[in-house]
């Protein structure tokens, strides 16, 4: 892999930041929402910003070495 750039990490570190928040959201959203669908679906979205963000960070890590 290429080594990253400054601009590179600054951009990761913003959406690392915004996949984090959502992630949060969205786990806010399924503990509070009183319908069940409604609650399941924003746990799968919490889950997916997740992911997003656990393969952001292995990319960032991965860059930093």
């Known amino acids: ?18 996949e984090e928040m959502a992630c949060k959201k969205a786990r806010l959203y399924s503990n509070t929402l009183t319908d069940a669908a409604l609650a399941q679906e924003m746990e799968r979205i919490a889950q997916k910003h997740e992911e997003r963000f656990c393969s952001l960070m292995t990319l960032l890590e991965g860059g930093r070495k």
Do not use: I, N, W
Not at 4 to 17: G, N, R
């Open 1 to 18: 892999m290429t080594e990253l750039t400054a601009k590179d990490l600054d951009v990761l570190v913003h959406v690392l930041t915004g």
